[in-house]
């Protein structure tokens, strides 16, 4: 299947520790995404890299960490987890430069407890 | 800078009653909209865009520059209609999407 897979899905842990969420899309777009969606359902871009370097960091707590070890991988690092880190995660990508759409993930509900 | 505004964080509609999801952005060039659909723990799916002027499952979308506006319509709404719709803007070349906050349709009998 072509799509833009990300695991895990569900990722319960405690305050302090650091985690890591994966991604990975087989499409052949050149650019990928981090959003995070905030109990209130409020979508907010965090990260965007395009062939791996990184294009948009919007105000994030450099706890958090993207990678991208090459343009079909973005995988996001948190360190030192926080209550507030507790939402929804997605992964996105794209083509760049017509303005084509985002594909998503199914996105990875991270609980913090 | 880029902002899209959805100034209604529920809508409640009667099945069969016609639905507006309204929008607006607010951008000095030529943006390109979208509006993307989350059914219940579902991912992110792209509804339709503004420049494909299409209608996908009975929903269009008209961007009014003047009123720097993308309202989301159906004539008829169904049960399976109920979902977020996120409302989103993609401008000139930078590669960011904004998205607006959200708005729920719910779709009653």
């Known amino acids: 299947d072509t799509a833009v897979s990300q695991t895990p899905k569900y990722l319960v842990t405690q305050m302090g520790n650091d985690k890591s969420i994966k991604c990975e899309q087989n499409?052949?777009?050149?650019?990928m995404y981090w959003y995070k969606q905030d109990s209130k359902k409020f979508l907010k871009i965090m990260f965007s890299?395009?062939?791996?370097?990184?294009?948009i960091n919007e105000t994030v707590p450099n706890r958090f960490s993207p990678k991208s070890p090459d343009k079909a991988h973005l995988n996001l690092h948190i360190n030192s987890l926080e209550l507030g880190d507790s939402a929804v995660y997605f992964c996105a990508s794209r083509h760049t430069g017509d303005n084509s759409p985002l594909h998503f993930g199914n996105g990875t509900r991270l609980t913090v407890t | 800078a880029q902002r899209v505004t959805q100034p209604e964080k529920l809508l409640s509609v009667f099945k069969g009653a016609p639905v507006e999801l309204k929008c607006n952005y607010s951008y000095s060039g030529s943006p390109e909209l979208f509006w993307y659909v989350q059914y219940s723990r579902q991912r992110l799916q792209l509804l339709l865009r503004?420049?494909s002027r299409e209608s996908i499952k009975g929903f269009t979308a008209d961007l009014n520059k003047g009123e720097t506006s993308f309202h989301l319509k159906k004539p008829f709404a169904q049960e399976e209609d109920s979902a977020m719709y996120y409302c989103?803007?993609?401008?000139?070349?930078?590669?960011?999407?904004?998205f607006g906050t959200g708005t729920r349709l719910q779709v009653t009998l």
């Open positions: 989103a803007l993609s401008a000139g070349t930078a590669s960011k999407l904004t």
């Open positions: 499409l052949g777009h050149d650019t």
């Open positions: 890299y395009n062939n791996k370097e990184l294009i």
């Open positions: 503004h420049i």
